[in-house]
């Protein structure tokens, strides 16, 4: 089995920053083909805010570009967002998301969530 283990969520002033993370672990990993960070708002279907495949080919939601950055390190099967410019309506639990294939078959995997608050 995989574990997706997030963390670098908090509060944050409007403007302001943060960096979540994101680490696959347990069962061999094979390949990870796609790495991704979905949100979701109180009341809100779950979103998704920015993808990454093995290649680096990136995607983001229209309302973080320029101002989010997602990237990964291989190696470490681990995943990042980097946000800035934080506005209150990015405020939501934000979810890792891998689609990879350990040594039994390929699926995806979610993280448990990590809040994300933006509040002055």
């Known amino acids: 089995q995989v574990q997706l283990v997030e963390s670098g969520g908090g509060l944050v002033q409007p403007g302001g920053s943060l960096r979540l993370s994101c680490a696959a672990s347990g069962s061999i990993i094979v390949k990870i083909y796609v790495m991704a960070w979905y949100r979701q708002a109180p009341g809100k279907q779950r979103e998704l805010v920015a993808a990454i495949t093995s290649g680096g080919s990136t995607n983001y939601e229209d309302s973080v570009k320029g101002r989010f950055t997602i990237s990964r390190d291989n190696a470490n099967d681990t995943v990042y967002l980097q946000m800035n410019s934080l506005k209150p309506e990015d405020t939501a639990v934000y979810y890792c998301?891998?689609?990879?294939?350990?040594?039994?078959?390929?699926?995806?995997?979610w993280g448990q969530g990590t809040q994300v608050t933006v509040s002055s």
């Open positions: 998301y891998a689609d990879l294939t350990n040594q039994i078959a390929r699926r995806q995997y």
